[in-house]
């Protein structure tokens, strides 16, 4: 069974920035792919941006690229979401999501979600 832990959300004005922790745990990792999905009131949940657990492939949602940035410490099982220039449009409940194969983009396909962070952006 695998665990996953967000933090870091919060409210904050538009041109700010947050980090977005995720704390994995519960076997051991490899072959995976980490993902942060979003779901913002009255729509549908989104991919943002995701990473392979090695660190070296990453991807992101044309909306957050050059903003937001990806990363993870395998030592600590954690992956984080940098983002920078937050805007009101990226108000929305956060998810941390694991699935065991590559990247993608599809949000059905991820095994195992957080429970899911808030972020607002204030204008």
């Known amino acids: 069974q695998v665990q996953l832990v967000e933090s870091g959300g919060g409210l904050v004005q538009a041109g700010g920035s947050l980090r977005l922790s995720c704390a994995a745990s519960?076997?051991?990792?490899?072959?995976?792919?980490m993902g942060w999905l979003r779901q913002a009131p009255g729509k549908e949940r989104e991919f943002v941006a995701a990473?392979?657990?090695?660190?070296?492939?990453?991807h992101y949602a044309d909306s957050v690229k050059g903003r937001f940035t990806i990363s993870v410490d395998t030592a600590k099982n954690t992956v984080y979401l940098q983002m920078n220039s937050l805007k009101p449009e990226d108000t929305a409940v956060y998810y941390c999501?694991?699935?065991?194969?590559?990247?993608?983009?599809?949000?059905?396909?991820?095994?195992?979600w957080g429970q899911g962070t808030q972020v607002t952006v204030s204008s």
């Open positions: 519960g076997r051991t990792f490899s072959n995976y792919a």
């Open positions: 999501a694991l699935r065991f194969g590559a990247i993608v983009v599809v949000t059905t396909l991820y095994d195992y």
């Open positions: 990473i392979s657990w090695s660190g070296g492939n990453t």
